[in-house]
Structure formats: structure tokens, C-alpha cells
């Protein structure tokens, strides 16, 4: 086979990889940009963002897509063991290092030998594993639990975290050396709730796949549906909007989907979980902001639940775009809602000058 038809064939490869990521949002672009040419080099790449962003499905488009793809894929939750158990699943034991431990071990980083280890979650690493896991990337070598024997391991590294590192870092929880070693080429995955007409085209790719999967292929969607979808939130993101199209398609009795086939908290019909606040100056401005809507009501009005939290929302708002200089997507993220609302609310409130910083 000639150098032409290999190099066809190894562009149609990565074309099926990238063509597995949906979304054409610019931060979406700009990820899958990063994403080819971090895979090309054996750089250790940092994956950030929010629970529920798709940070795995990356990290196997890096391994997929570099010089490494021949070679194993491994991937380790580091938040899902204890301290001892992920040293033994990371680095391998020898017979006899520990309570039950009746035969030797091979570690994780054994076993990705000349492919790609993914360590996901990896803030929930405690101090002791950061300093073997920081050898491991400066030296390429380790110890399994119970031996002073050295192995060498050719691998490559790809982490991701949902936690800032920076203000791990500022806490003593994690160390700066290996902060640095990790970050060489971070690529920073954007919350569902910024990523805009992603949303649909995300909710029609998993209709189309749970109705097929539950024999309901000829399920349409409705626009009140894709509507309520843009309008939510979506705290637990790309996973939480997998979960609930394939909840709507296998509980809906009728031809299509409607709104009626979300939760109650998606259509806005329940509180959304909110974190729970203790800065005063936020209570005396909703105290300061409660007084300023009772005084202007009318003495017949009935309308003052409607009138404060108009107030409170424009506030927070105004202060939150100040914050971010005017940037409308960092706003959205900052607020936890669709950047879609945010700018209906901007027109709704007269804060346009604010948004443009």
C-alpha cells in the first residue's frame, strides 16, 4: 500500500474520531483544535471543567489520535478508591505488602505501557500518591507497593480535574510542582449551559440514539422540548441532558416529544438545586433590595413576590456582568444559567451598557 493511501486512511480515522464530538460552539472549536494537536505529541495534557462535560470522551480522542493509538487506553478514577487501594491500582503490589494481598499485582501504569493512562478526577489525589505520581512524570519510573525494585514505564499521561488546581493548590491540597508538571498543555472544556444551539443538536443526536435503542425510531421532537432544554440550567451537564433525553424517550406514550415528558425542575416547574450562601453582604443586599421592592408596591398591589425577585435578579445580573467586565458566555457560566436567557434578561433589564463592559 503506497504513503498516499496510508496517510488517506489515517485522515478518514481521525475525520470518524472528531465526527463522535458534537457541538459547533466557538469554545466547543476551539477544544477540538487543541484536542489534534496535543494527540500528535506525548505532552501531558490537563482536561478541566465541570462534572459532566464529556473530559473522558476527550482524553480518548487524544489517545486515538496520536502515535499511541496501537497501544493500551487506561483509565482511572482516582476519587473512587482510598488512598491505599489506588497506590495498588496504580502502581501493583507484590505478594505479601499488605492485609490480602496473596499474589503479586500488576499496576495501571504497568499495563499502559507504551499507550495513554487517564487519571480523571485527579485533585482527589492525596499528597502521598502526588509525589510518586510526580516521579512518574519526571522520571518515567516507579515502585510497586512491597518492592524497592525500579520499573520504567514509557506512557503518557492525560488528567482531568473538575476542581480548580490553582485554588488546591492555595489550600495545601495540592502540590505546585505537580500542578506545573501536569498543566503543559490544559485544555478547558466549557459547561453545557454556555455552549448554546449545542444543546439541540446534542438532545436530537441522543433522541435519535435512545429511540432506536428502545424501538421508537419514529419519535419526533417538538420545538416547546428543544425550548425547555435551552432554558435549563443543566448543572450536571452534557450527562445530565444524556440522562434525561433517554428517560423522555422511554417514558413518552405518544408519537413525539413534548415538554410534558421533562422533569418538573427542567420546564421550571420545581426549584433547581442551589448552593447554600453565607456572605452577609449578599443577606443585606437581598434585605436592602426585599425593603426597596415592599416600599414601591402600591398599598392594593398583589404582586410582590413577582416585584422582589425582578429586583434581586437585576441586581445579581448587573453585579455578576461588572465582575466579568461585560463577557456575556462568563457571565452565563458565573450565573449557572444558558447564555440564551442571560441575554433576554440583559434586554429584559436595560443592562445593556454593562454588557458591553
Known amino acids: 500500500m503506497g504513503t498516499q493511501a496510508l496517510t488517506t486512511m489515517k485522515n478518514n480515522d481521525q475525520d470518524d474520531i472528531m465526527n463522535r464530538m458534537i457541538g459547533r460552539c466557538p469554545a466547543m472549536q476551539e477544544v477540538y483544535a487543541l484536542t ?29 489520535l496520536s502515535p499511541r493509538a496501537t497501544g493500551p487506553y487506561v483509565r482511572v478514577n482516582c476519587g473512587a478508591l482510598s488512598e491505599s487501594l489506588l497506590e495498588s491500582e496504580l502502581f501493583g503490589h507484590v505478594k ?31 499528597y502521598k500518591l502526588q509525589v510518586k505520581l510526580l516521579r512518574v512524570l519526571q522520571e518515567q519510573e516507579f515502585e510497586r507497593v512491597g518492592e524497592s525494585r525500579t520499573i520504567r514505564v514509557d506512557c503518557r499521561i492525560v488528567a482531568a480535574t473538575n476542581r480548580d488546581l490553582l485554588d488546591e493548590v492555595e489550600e495545601g491540597r495540592f502540590r505546585e510542582d505537580l ?7 490544559p485544555v478547558e472544556l466549557p459547561p453545557l449551559r454556555a455552549r448554546g444551539d449545542d444543546i439541540k443538536l446534542l438532545a436530537k443526536h441522543f433522541a435519535s440514539k435512545f429511540a432506536e435503542e ?24 452534557v450527562r445530565e441532558l444524556e440522562n434525561y433525553i433517554e428517560r423522555a424517550i422511554i417514558l413518552s406514550q405518544g408519537s413525539s416529544l413534548t415538554v410534558d415528558d421533562l422533569p418538573k425542575h427542567v420546564r421550571g416547574l420545581a426549584p433547581v438545586r442551589s448552593a447554600k450562601r453565607s456572605d452577609k453582604s449578599i443577606d443585606m443586599l437581598c434585605q436592602e433590595l426585599v425593603s426597596q421592592g415592599l416600599s414601591e408596591l402600591e398599598p392594593k398591589a398583589n404582586n410582590a413576590h413577582q416585584k422582589i425577585v425582578s429586583l434581586l435578579e437585576k441586581e445579581l445580573i448587573f453585579q455578576m456582568l461588572r465582575l466579568c467586565q461585560g ?31
Not at 505529541?41 to 486515538?64: C, D, F, P
Not at 463577557?327 to 454593562?354: D, F, P, S, V
Open 36 to 64: 489534534q494537536k496535543a494527540a500528535s505529541t506525548s505532552a501531558t495534557v490537563l482536561l478541566m471543567g465541570e462534572t459532566g462535560t464529556g473530559k473522558e470522551l476527550i482524553a480518548r480522542a487524544i489517545h486515538e
Open 96 to 126: 505479601g505488602a499488605f492485609t490480602n494481598a496473596l499474589e503479586n499485582r500488576t499496576g495501571r501504569f504497568d499495563a499502559a505501557h507504551g499507550g495513554t493512562i487517564f487519571l480523571d478526577e485527579i485533585n482527589s489525589m492525596s
Open 179 to 185: 500542578y506545573y508538571r501536569l498543566n503543559v498543555i
Open 214 to 237: 428502545n424501538n421508537k425510531s419514529g419519535l419526533s421532537i417538538t420545538d416547546s422540548f428543544l425550548d425547555a432544554l435551552e432554558d435549563y440550567s443543566w448543572p450536571g451537564n
Open 327 to 357: 463577557t456575556q458566555t462568563k457571565t452565563a457560566i458565573r450565573l449557572g444559567i444558558n447564555r440564551n436567557t442571560l441575554h433576554k434578561k440583559i434586554e429584559e433589564y436595560g443592562l445593556a451598557e454593562e454588557a458591553r463592559g
